[in-house]
């Protein structure tokens, strides 16, 4: 008698097409069911290559039988659709990032709010909950994502096909100009130089099958901010603020640049919202605090949270270690592990405005 341990050994000789690993680690297999001799499980994956899913079917299909002992076997296909929203719409452009399932820009008009800041903390709290993340610099003149993530070093080159690996750290894969210049030289480049880097991150670098990427974004609602939302088919973007007044303002001009190029927002952080004395635990609001969730609610958008003050958000910054990796009993990494679920949660819902697309199931037997 065939047992689900067997299936699950078998499809793991099952390749995803084009890529190097095999369905079981990608987390593709589900529902393995084992009745005497016959074997049923389901296969669940997005892409956009109707191919696929039918090759899938066929080689998975030979693997399990040949399992002694197994007759008959049922292959669910549920293919997901590539984007939560069937309204996304800023277009972006074919196989711009095509194995990565939810693609999230983190935006503020303001430059030093803390998007970085946020970007590294988010990316590692949809890894604590159990996602794959990739992390990606969009900012080319002031990239961070290497020091913030403690990744050193350069990137290799597959030399088959010439394309650049991302590299890692606390299970994040990033690519990040910061790892290709050197750190000492300030970048001056061009608009067009700028574009094109960014180019290569997008359709250059092996980013795999992932469940998440964040897009770190320059400050300011510029041509490259506006380039990338219609290179990348987004699924939505986080605006990130301050409580002060300025920063407020910054943010609803990010709003409404989103809001132009059809792109999903999933919601307001207030980033250095209010501090805590480490002494005496009191919460003192430094710039007055709220304006982010009123800011939120005057513009029918979700408020996804706010983070304290700490210094240790500054040291897990500089030293490669972010909070929520270094110190995740603290309240702000409290905080940002609370933004990654809500986001998700949101994403998973189909959010206001959101239409999901239809599941495809096929049926071999
Ligand atoms: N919650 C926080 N508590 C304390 N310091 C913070 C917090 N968030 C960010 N910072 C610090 O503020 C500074 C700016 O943050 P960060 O680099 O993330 O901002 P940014 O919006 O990405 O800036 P830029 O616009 O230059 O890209 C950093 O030194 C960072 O460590
Ligand atoms: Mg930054």
Same mark, same amino acid.
């Given at each position: 008698?065939?047992?689900?341990?067997?299936? +699950?050994?078998? =499809?793991?000789?099952?390749?995803?097409?084009?890529?190097?690993?095999?369905?079981?680690?990608?987390? @593709?297999?589900?529902?393995? !069911?084992?009745?005497?001799?016959?074997?049923?499980?389901?296969?669940? @994956?997005?892409?956009?290559?109707?191919?696929?899913?039918?090759?899938?079917?066929?080689? #998975?299909?030979?693997?399990?039988?040949?399992?002694?002992?197994?007759?008959?076997?049922?292959?669910?296909?549920?293919?997901?659709?590539?984007?939560? #929203?069937?309204?996304?719409?800023?277009?972006?452009?074919?196989?711009?990032?095509?194995?990565?399932?939810? !693609?999230?820009?983190?935006?503020?008009?303001?430059?030093?709010?803390?998007?970085?800041? /946020?970007? $590294?903390? *988010?990316?590692?709290? =949809?890894?604590? *909950?159990?996602?794959?993340?990739? +992390?990606?610099?969009?900012?080319?003149?002031?990239?961070?994502?290497?020091?913030?993530?403690?990744?050193?070093?350069?990137?290799?080159?597959?030399?088959?096909?010439? !394309?650049?690996?991302?590299?890692?750290?606390?299970?994040?894969? $990033?690519?990040? +100009?910061?790892?290709?210049?050197?750190?000492?030289?300030?970048?001056?480049w061009r608009g067009p130089m700028v574009m094109k880097a &960014?180019?290569?991150?997008?359709?250059?670098?092996?980013?795999?099958?992932?469940?998440?990427? /964040?897009?770190? =974004?320059?400050?300011?609602?510029?041509?490259?901010?506006?380039?990338?939302?219609?290179? /990348?088919? &987004?699924?939505?973007?986080?605006?990130?603020?301050?409580?002060?007044?300025?920063?407020?303002?910054?943010?609803?001009?990010? *709003?409404?640049?989103?809001?132009?190029?059809?792109?999903?927002?999933?919601?307001?952080?207030?980033?250095?919202?209010?501090?805590?004395?480490?002494?005496?635990?009191?919460? $003192?609001?430094?710039?007055?605090?709220?304006?982010?969730?009123?800011?939120?609610?005057? &513009?029918?958008?979700?408020?996804?949270?706010?983070?304290?003050?700490?210094?240790?958000?500054?040291?897990?910054?500089?030293?490669? #270690? %972010?909070?929520?990796?270094?110190?995740?009993?603290?309240?702000?990494?409290?905080?940002?592990?609370?933004?990654?679920?809500?986001?998700?949660?949101?994403?998973?819902?189909?959010? %206001?405005?959101? $239409?999901?697309? /239809?599941?495809?199931?096929?049926?071999?037997?």
């Open positions: 008698m065939p047992t689900p341990e067997q299936v +699950l050994e078998a =499809l793991k000789k099952v390749r995803f097409p084009g890529l190097s690993r095999d369905i079981v680690s990608f987390g @593709f297999v589900r529902d393995v !069911k084992v009745d005497g001799s016959n074997v049923s499980f389901t296969i669940h @994956f997005s892409t956009e290559n109707p191919n696929v899913g039918q090759q899938l079917a066929r080689d #998975s299909e030979a693997a399990v039988r040949a399992i002694s002992g197994v007759e008959n076997v049922r292959v669910n296909l549920e293919i997901a659709p590539r984007q939560m #929203s069937g309204a996304v719409p800023a277009g972006g452009q074919a196989g711009i990032l095509e194995g990565v399932r939810y !693609k999230i820009a983190v935006a503020s008009g303001k430059g030093g709010v803390g998007k970085s800041t /946020v970007s $590294t903390n *988010l990316s590692l709290s =949809l890894r604590a *909950l159990g996602h794959t993340v990739g +992390l990606l610099d969009a900012d080319i003149y002031g990239p961070s994502q290497q020091m913030m993530l403690g990744i050193e070093g350069r990137p290799q080159i597959d030399e088959r096909d010439e !394309k650049i690996m991302p590299m890692e750290n606390h299970g994040v894969k $990033t690519m990040s +100009l910061g790892l290709i210049t050197d750190p000492d030289t300030p970048v001056i &960014l180019d290569q991150f997008l359709t250059d670098v092996k980013w795999g099958v992932l469940d998440f990427m /964040v897009i770190d =974004l320059p400050p300011g609602t510029g041509d490259a901010q506006l380039t990338l939302t219609q290179k /990348v088919p &987004l699924t939505g973007a986080v605006i990130v603020t301050t409580p002060q007044d300025v920063a407020l303002i910054d943010a609803r001009k990010g *709003l409404a640049m989103f809001r132009k190029v059809n792109v999903p927002v999933l919601g307001i952080v207030e980033n250095m919202s209010y501090y805590i004395c480490q002494h005496c635990g009191e919460r $003192t609001e430094i710039f007055g605090h709220g304006g982010g969730k009123k800011t939120a609610e005057m &513009l029918g958008v979700p408020f996804l949270g706010e983070v304290p003050i700490d210094p240790q958000v500054v040291i897990g910054g500089d030293t490669g #270690s %972010p909070i929520v990796v270094s110190h995740p009993q603290l309240p702000a990494a409290q905080a940002f592990r609370e933004i990654a679920a809500k986001i998700v949660q949101q994403i998973e819902s189909g959010a %206001p405005g959101h $239409t999901h697309g /239809v599941h495809e199931h096929a049926h071999i037997h």
